[in-house]
């Protein structure tokens, strides 16, 4: 079965510095990988995907996130932080053969002024 | 405007009383689910459609029921709510799983169970 770990529940960091929120998965055979952001009072909306191809993916908002096979991770960064980045961050796993994606718990990411 | 509609929003009911949050996406996705959002325990899949008619149990369907009559609609009911079941609740829906495709939330219901 396949299962998300989101290692940090709260991560503080200051305006303007870079921001990493850490994913790491486990699934048997090739992974897809998703990144989603959950705002105060509001469903979730979604950030970037890893599917295949280059290991670094872009996504909105000028989020990034990078594909480590041999680590097994998928994280979350930015080169720099807004206040309004401010929101609960949860990453996604799809094994190839499921039809479901298996979230992780969440991390809240408070950026600091 | 594209989105997924849910309601209510805010319910507040007693054991045992039956209830039913609906569903509704305007952007003929094929997939819809849902999901329950328990701190801690991030977003548990209860269950979800490939398509029309067809339904699957997630991770934690126990209590819950279905169904997918029309591609648009995609209600979840608790036929006999308990204090367990308080929690919000997600649906979404896709164009297409099998393709990756970002599932779309809509906003969120807050159940609680007396």
């Known amino acids: 079965a396949q299962s998300v770990a989101q290692p940090e529940d709260q991560v503080n960091v200051a305006e303007g510095n870079p921001l990493t929120v850490k994913c790491t998965y486990s699934?048997?055979?090739?992974?897809?990988l998703f990144w989603y952001v959950q705002y105060p009072n509001r469903g979730l909306q979604f950030l970037l995907k890893?599917?295949?191809?280059?290991?670094l993916v872009k996504g909105s908002y000028g989020f990034e996130a990078e594909f480590n096979k041999s680590q097994t991770s998928f994280h979350l960064k930015k080169p720099s932080a807004l206040v309004s980045d401010s929101a609960l961050y949860f990453c996604?796993?799809?094994?190839?053969?499921?039809?479901?994606?298996?979230f992780g718990s969440g991390t809240q990411l408070t950026v600091l002024p | 405007e594209a989105q997924v509609t849910q309601n209510p929003r805010y319910l507040i009911t007693v054991t045992g009383k039956k209830l039913t949050v609906t569903c509704s996406q305007n952007?003929?996705?094929?997939?819809m689910s849902w999901y329950r959002q328990d701190p801690g325990l991030g977003l548990r899949q209860i269950y979800y459609?490939?398509?029309?008619?067809?339904?699957d149990k997630g991770d934690v369907p126990e209590g819950y029921k279905v169904s997918r009559k029309e591609k648009r609609n995609f209600p979840l009911i608790l036929e006999s709510p308990s204090p367990n079941q308080t929690s919000l609740y997600f649906c979404?829906?896709?164009?297409?799983?099998?393709?990756?495709?970002?599932?779309?939330f809509g906003s969120g219901t807050q159940l609680s169970v007396l």
């Open positions: 699934v048997s055979g090739n992974p897809y």
């Open positions: 459609s490939m398509n029309v008619e067809v339904t």
């Open positions: 996604a796993v799809r094994p190839g053969s499921a039809r479901q994606l298996t």
């Open positions: 890893y599917i295949t191809g280059d290991n």
């Open positions: 952007m003929n996705h094929e997939y």
């Open positions: 979404a829906s896709s164009a297409s799983m099998a393709t990756n495709e970002k599932l779309f």
